[in-house]
């Protein structure tokens, strides 16, 4: 009797294991996104709820808009203002080639916005708190003669978290192009909009899975401790 009972509790820990770590891989593949696409998502609803076309989100600007807070890194204020003004130039000598956007489709960028936060946030609060907090951002955001977007995020190490917006008017599939299709940059950190890459080290996703991983090997050597046979 005491030996079915012993068994029957290993069984209905090993479901609860199961469970947990299903649960787990659920959540973690609800934020397995690119926020920075989400925030290009969030800018065209924003656009379109005042009936204006929603725009092109293009690569080639979000990875210059990652370049852009890479560089402004460390230069956070306490009230959640980036404190680093890169020069105009930066934009075809360095952003660019680091992109590698090719020269003869870089066009004219209409506008950006940045913003800093000492934590991560989720898009939609980051559009509100960061980087939209007032009627300026806003008119940025609703410029007519803004055609493209792109995003960029990063996380500078035990530091604060930096987002950047860029616009442009170009047309789509000829402004901003990256040399074969992107596949050239060598992203280290952060994410931009329209990449297939992964959000990069610094973000809160490789956060996440280390907090997953350490709750499946807390279960494991406790069931170890437990249950020896399991």
Known sequence: MMVAKKHYCCCEWKWIVLCQLFLATVVCSSHNG???NDLVDIINKNRTSQKLPQL???PG??????????????NCTSNGVVNCKPPEDDF??????????ELPTFGTVT?????????????SPAFSHVLVKDSKALSIIRNKSHTEVGVGLVGAHKGSFFWCILFSDGKTNSSFILEDNGEGI?????CFSGS?????SGQRIP???????ALVLLHISLLQHWYPTW
């Open 34 to 36: 690119n926020p920075a």
């Open 56 to 58: 092109n989100d293009n």
């Open 61 to 74: 600007l979000g990875c210059m808009a990652l370049q852009y807070v890479e560089l402004c890194k460390g």
């Open 92 to 101: 075809t000598e360095v952003f660019g080639p680091n992109c590698g956007v």
């Open 111 to 123: 506008g950006h916005i940045v913003g800093c936060q000492p934590k991560y946030l989720e898009p």
């Open 186 to 190: 060598k992203q280290k950190k952060g």
């Open 196 to 200: 297939t890459f992964p959000c990069s």
């Open 207 to 213: 956060v996440f899975l280390n907090n997953v991983l």
